[in-house]
């Protein structure tokens, strides 16, 4: 075996050697772009959003106190990032309710929408008592459906400020009393040169994917540029989506995602799936190859 033979078939399956990725994940950036570099991949950085607190911790304090004091049967988790919102506003503002917000935590029934909350909870030392069948509102209110929910209090954790409509509506109409909490929301990241630094490198197929990991991404790449600026540089790469809900974000703009894990909806699922989904750049005669992966946006 040549020495060239050797070291490509010491290399895993899962390099994304010579391959270049833009994510746009926030809060966990760093986790991320680590990830992808160890399969080999540039990583390119734009972090579309950021997540901030609730500019008035009022509502989310007076939700708190409520919470605290038995005020609900079940609780909902959209997102993991919610329920560590929660608990750090707590501690910063009213840290003598620490106690009563975790024994209540535990006392309440606990459903969460993915995995992420499910891991916020574990932080915490508990688990969801109650799964979604699939991460999106849809598979929510399937899990819920068969439920007698009449006369329940129910807190909503909201996934930023986005009310969830179809789910509050849900759930009142089943007889529950809804109390929804909004504990942080989405601001700008990236200022807008650096979107049209991306779009222009997308348009130019200098990168072979970008993965969005929250619809608030989405939204923002789109309404920072026209929707046939931002079409046209996704049909020129490979776009990753971390779960449904991101999938259908990017249908409802008449995009794709061609890469989307089939299960675990989280950043490690991720990137295993891009590395499945485009492996090692390929060279040929000195210049680059895409080798003979699928041409992006097909």
Same mark, same amino acid.
């Given at each position: 075996?040549?020495?060239?033979?050797?070291?490509?078939?010491?290399?895993?399956?899962?390099?994304?050697?010579?391959?270049?990725?833009?994510? /746009?994940?926030?809060?966990?950036?760093?986790?991320?772009?680590?990830?992808?570099?160890?399969?080999? /991949?540039?990583?390119?950085?734009?972090?579309?959003?950021r997540m901030?607190?609730?500019?008035?911790?009022?509502?989310?304090?007076?939700?708190?106190?409520?919470?605290?004091?038995?005020?609900? *049967?079940?609780?909902?988790?959209?997102?993991?990032?919610?329920?560590?919102?929660?608990?750090?506003?707590?501690?910063r503002h009213?840290?003598a309710l620490?106690?009563?917000?975790?024994?209540?935590?535990?006392?309440?029934?606990?459903?969460?929408?993915?995995?992420?909350?499910?891991?916020?909870?574990?932080?915490?030392?508990?688990?969801?008592?109650?799964?979604?069948?699939?991460?999106?509102?849809?598979?929510?209110?399937?899990?819920?459906?068969?439920?007698?929910?009449?006369?329940?209090?129910?807190?909503?954790?909201?996934?930023?400020?986005?009310?969830?409509?179809?789910?509050?509506?849900?759930?009142?109409?089943?007889?529950?009393?809804?109390?929804?909490?909004?504990?942080?929301?989405?601001?700008?990241?990236?200022?807008?040169?650096?979107?049209?630094?991306?779009?222009?490198?997308?348009?130019?197929?200098?990168?072979?994917?970008?993965?969005?990991?929250?619809?608030?991404?989405?939204?923002?790449?789109?309404?920072?540029?026209?929707?046939?600026?931002?079409? /046209?540089?996704?049909?020129?790469?490979?776009?990753?989506?971390?779960?449904?809900?991101?999938?259908?974000?990017?249908?409802?703009?008449?995009?794709?995602?061609?890469?989307?894990?089939?299960?675990?909806?989280?950043?490690?699922?991720?990137?295993?799936?891009?590395?499945?989904?485009?492996?090692?750049?390929?060279?040929?005669?000195?210049?680059?190859?895409?080798?003979?992966?699928?041409?992006?946006? *097909?």
């Open positions: 075996m040549s020495a060239a033979s050797a070291a490509g078939s010491a290399r895993p399956p899962s390099s994304l050697l010579g391959r270049t990725i833009a994510i /746009a994940e926030t809060r966990e950036l760093d986790l991320f772009a680590a990830l992808l570099a160890r399969s080999g /991949a540039q990583v390119l950085r734009y972090p579309l959003v901030i607190d609730a500019p008035d911790p009022a509502p989310v304090l007076d939700w708190l106190a409520r919470f605290c004091d038995g005020g609900c *049967d079940d609780l909902v988790l959209l997102t993991g990032e919610g329920l560590r919102r929660l608990h750090t506003c707590l501690r009213v840290p620490e106690p009563r917000f975790l024994a209540a935590l535990s006392a309440v029934r606990k459903i969460t929408r993915g995995p992420k909350p499910a891991r916020a909870l574990h932080e915490l030392g508990l688990a969801p008592d109650l799964v979604a069948l699939r991460p999106t509102t849809d598979g929510l209110i399937e899990t819920l459906q068969p439920l007698p929910l009449a006369g329940r209090r129910i807190g909503v954790q909201l996934y930023g400020e986005d009310p969830d409509r179809p789910l509050q509506q849900f759930l009142t109409s089943a007889g529950a009393h809804v109390l929804p909490v909004a504990p942080y929301r989405y601001a700008d990241g990236a200022d807008m040169p650096a979107v049209g630094e991306l779009l222009a490198k997308m348009g130019e197929g200098r990168v072979d994917a970008i993965a969005f990991t929250s619809s608030a991404q989405v939204e923002r790449l789109f309404r920072t540029a026209g929707a046939a600026e931002v079409l /046209a540089a996704l049909a020129r790469t490979h776009v990753a989506a971390v779960g449904p809900v991101v999938a259908a974000a990017l249908a409802s703009r008449g995009a794709s995602a061609q890469v989307l894990p089939q299960k675990g909806w989280s950043l490690k699922p991720l990137a295993r799936a891009l590395a499945e989904a485009l492996g090692p750049a390929t060279r040929t005669c000195g210049a680059e190859s895409r080798g003979t992966d699928r041409a992006p946006g *097909d």
